[in-house]
Every structure is written in C-alpha cells, then in structure tokens.
T-cell receptor
Framework: DTEVTQTPKHLVMGMTNKKSLKCEQH?????MYWYKQKAKKPPELMFV???????INESVPSRFSPECPNSSLLNLHLHALQPEDSALYLC????????????FGSGTRLTVV | QKEVEQNSGPLSVPEGAIASLNCTYS??????FFWYRQYSGKSPELIMF????GDKEDGRFTAQLNKASQYVSLLIRDSQPSDSATYLC????????????FGSGTRLQVQP
C-alpha cells in the first residue's frame, strides 16, 4: 500500500461547528504532516508528528487541534473556524530520511461558511 | 524566515522542447531538495529528489543542485502537454527542523 488516504474529500462547515479531518497511511512511515494550501499558493506546514509525538507546531491557531492516535492515523480537529480558514488541507507521511519525499493524500477541500 | 524562491511563471514552451525550472533557497542547512508536480485541484506528486551537488537524471527529468550558489533546477526534456502543471520546489531542513518548505511554484504550460 503506497497511499495516504484522507477523508472526507470535501467538507462545508459553519463557524460554530466542530468537525474532524482524518488521514491514514499503511506504509510504515514514522512521520505524518498536516499542510494547508490556499489557491495559487504553496502548501504551508501546520503540524509534524514523529513517532506519534508532536514535533513541530507552526504557531497554528488553537481552533486547529491535531491528534495522532497511532502510527498510521492522523486527525485534525476543527472548531470555531473562520471563513479565511477555507483551503485544501493536505496530509502527508514520510520515513524522515534525507532522501524520503513526502507522500501526500488527495486532500480535504474545506469551506467555512 | 527560511525561504524557497521560484518564478511563478507561467513558463510556456512548445511541445518537444526542454522546460527549465529554477529554484533558490536561503537556508544553507537544507540537506536535500525535492521537485513536486501539482495539477490544478490535485495534491502534490513527487517527481524526484536530489541531495548531492551535480546532476541527477530520471527519464525525461534532470535535477541539478549547486549548494555553493544555493540553486536547484529541474529540466524536462521532450515536454508534453500532459506536463502542464505547477512545479513545486521543496527544501528539507536540517535536523532541528526536519520538514519540507515549499516554494511558491512555477506554472508550466506546454503548447501542442
């Protein structure tokens, strides 16, 4: 299995809603990542988990809450988002080696109304 | 701020020509570099990586790295219309921050 699976593919939520994005990989990768990508912009790093521990938080607002239940799963819990948080949310995984690129999931297109 | 810079394009080349995409980076601690292709509305797809000075070839793609000049490039030979996409250059930080930082991407258009 060489895929990273993200669900849902599309999500529309109100500013008072609570929702979660899910990501799963079965490649044995030890690191998992959340990136946010706005239209015509590059992916921006949000969080990094290494060996199920949060190793990087790029000063992301607390309305985004990551969780890594085990080495194959990564969640992003969303609460009280703003319309400007609408974006493509990408999950990725890697073996963390110098020559190991990230494998990205297909992303969740999030719209906050 | 550790940055990766790319010309946004669009870079337009005729079918069959060589497309040359360039990237510079500011962090001398960056260890390796990756080129991703991203079609509109899709997620990035890894094309190739390079971590040693010089050239690395993979099929129609050649990556070039010059650490002294902090410069990375990607050459696409025999460009096809299906190569039309945004190409993202990414740098992998040092052990203190082992994560990919992406450039803003160069949009390539291959004209049939």
């Amino acid at each position: 299995d060489t895929e990273v699976t993200q669900t849902p593919k599309h999500l529309v939520m109100g500013m008072t809603n609570k929702k979660s994005l899910k990501c799963e990989q079965h490649m044995g990768h030890r690191a998992m990542y959340w990136y946010k990508q706005k239209a015509k912009k590059p992916p921006e790093l949000m969080f990094v988990y290494s060996y199920e521990k949060l190793s990087i938080n790029e000063s992301v607002p607390s309305r985004f809450s990551p969780e890594c239940p085990n080495s194959s799963l990564l969640n992003l819990h969303l609460h009280a988002l703003q319309p400007e948080d609408s974006a493509l949310y990408l999950c990725a995984s890697s073996s963390e080696g110098l020559t190991d690129g990230y494998t990205f999931g297909s992303g969740t297109r999030l719209t906050v109304v | 701020q550790k940055e990766v810079e790319q010309n946004s394009g669009p870079l337009s080349v005729p079918e069959g020509a060589i497309a040359s995409l360039n990237c510079t980076y500011s962090d001398r601690g960056s260890q390796s570099f990756f080129w991703y292709r991203q079609y509109s509305g899709k997620s990035p797809e890894l094309i190739m990586f390079i971590y040693s000075n010089g050239d690395k070839e993979d099929g129609r793609f050649t990556a070039q790295l010059n650490k002294a000049s902090q410069y990375v490039s990607l050459l696409i030979r025999d460009s096809q219309p299906s190569d039309s996409a945004t190409y993202l250059c990414a740098a992998l930080g040092d052990t203190g921050r082992r994560a990919l930082t992406f450039g803003s991407g160069t949009r390539l258009q291959v004209q049939p």
